[in-house]
């Protein structure tokens, strides 16, 4: 199964690609779309679709796994980060590829076993779950492999594989 991971924001996408083989989660590859702060929103939208399709296009994804809204505390993230969503979300539709939403906590949670666990304790878990040679440094994208894993968790608990 190939998954993309996304984690959703209008300055910083983080992405990934996961393949889950024979119970191995393999990186094929993880990266971040970054966005021109001088820009106008529609701009940087328009960027985040645009780039977004080109990875569907390349990598071809069955399932895509991406960070819900939750809980922010800068309220003024809040809209910039809804709008690049409702972007991916209408990529991902027009390509047919299935979506499922997962909150932060429900990351931790099925990624360390503990919905408040720290950044750096879910990173440790990510390197120690995916066959990689080097994981990327920049959260955003680091995340988002979380986000691939917990689907991927996801859908062994539930044995819809």
Not at 86 to 103: A, M, R, Y
Not at 107 to 136: C, D, F, H, N
Not at 144 to 160: D, K, M, Q
């Amino acid at each position: 199964m190939r998954i993309l991971g996304i984690d959703p924001g209008l300055a910083i996408v983080g992405y990934c690609i996961v393949d889950i083989e024979n119970d191995e989660n393999i990186l094929v590859t993880s990266g971040s779309i970054q966005t021109d702060k001088n820009k106008t929103d529609a701009a940087r939208l328009f960027e985040i679709e645009t780039d977004l399709q080109t990875i569907v296009d390349t990598y071809k994804p069955q399932v895509a796994s991406i960070e819900k809204i939750f809980y922010f505390k800068n309220q003024k993230t809040i809209i910039p980060v809804a709008e690049a969503r409702g972007v991916i979300l209408s990529v991902l539709e027009k390509n047919k590829v299935s979506i499922h939403e997962f909150t932060p906590i429900e990351v931790k949670q099925m990624i360390t076993g503990y919905g408040r666990a720290s950044k750096e304790e879910v990173a440790k878990i990510v390197e120690m779950s995916i066959k990689y040679k080097k994981l990327p440094k920049l959260d955003d994208t680091l995340d988002s492999i979380a986000i691939a894993l917990c689907y991927g968790r996801s859908n062994l608990i539930s044995g819809a594989r």
